[in-house]
């Protein structure tokens, strides 16, 4: 069974730019989730997703951060514009059944984003 | 709002000596996960703890949740190098939405 993908793996890009990540969930998990990791921190959700519905988005900065499932299968993530506090590693995880915590969440390899 | 703090942070043990992490949480849990994260890589799903008191073991790892289901520990009895990582625990918030510890890093000196 092929595994999240995420793309792209590495990103760099200078403050006030945009950027968008993609993600691909496992096939047939109806929730996706996009966390912020910060170097030497746990994984802090932003936006979690059912189908293509936002369950909750309460983490998300939405003065700069948007996040799309148009179709319920792939999400993108943006940051427009970024800001120096932005670089962390972006993780995708799905899991398969209706989106509660006790859900097992299968992470992608994230897309690790550096603001200069 | 709820927090879920791991102690220690950072540990260094010597291969073959015994490893243990503790979870506590501002809130009373549903349920608690633990995950393991590689360096360089994404976090894994270990286990899943429901029920107050129980405990659950995986080869060498020892899993607790506590009575009160607000604190859970790991335990690691004769490290490998192979268990080096930052293992994180995470419980649901109000909304069920998960949150995670800061991690404990596990370096294990061969």
């Known amino acids: 069974e092929a595994g999240v993908a995420q793309s792209p793996r590495y990103k760099i890009i200078e403050k006030r730019q945009s950027v968008a990540f993609w993600c691909n969930p496992i096939s047939g998990h109806a929730t996706l989730y996009w966390y912020q990791q910060i170097l030497g921190q746990g994984p802090k959700l932003l936006i979690q997703f059912q189908n293509n519905g936002v369950v909750d988005d309460s983490q998300l900065p939405k003065d700069r951060f948007s996040a799309e499932r148009l179709k319920g299968v792939d999400s993108t993530l943006k940051i427009q514009p970024a800001k120096l506090e932005d670089s962390a590693v972006y993780l995708c995880a799905s899991s398969l059944d209706t989106g509660f915590s006790t859900d097992t969440q299968y992470f992608g390899p994230g897309t690790r984003l550096t603001v200069l | 709002g709820q927090q879920v703090m791991q102690i220690p942070q950072y540990q260094h043990v010597q291969e073959g000596e015994d490893f243990t992490t503790y979870c506590n949480s501002s809130?009373?849990?549903?349920?608690i996960q633990w995950y393991k994260q590689r360096p360089g890589g994404h976090p894994v799903f270990l286990i899943q703890l429901v029920k107050s008191g129980e405990v659950k073991k995986q080869k060498r790892l020892t899993f607790q949740f506590g009575e009160a289901k607000k604190n859970s520990s790991l335990h690691i009895t004769a490290t490998q190098t192979t268990d080096v990582g930052t293992y994180f625990c995470a419980g649901p918030n109000a909304g069920n939405m998960l949150t995670f510890g800061g991690g404990t890093r596990l370096m294990v000196k061969p």
């Open positions: 809130t009373t849990l549903s349920n």
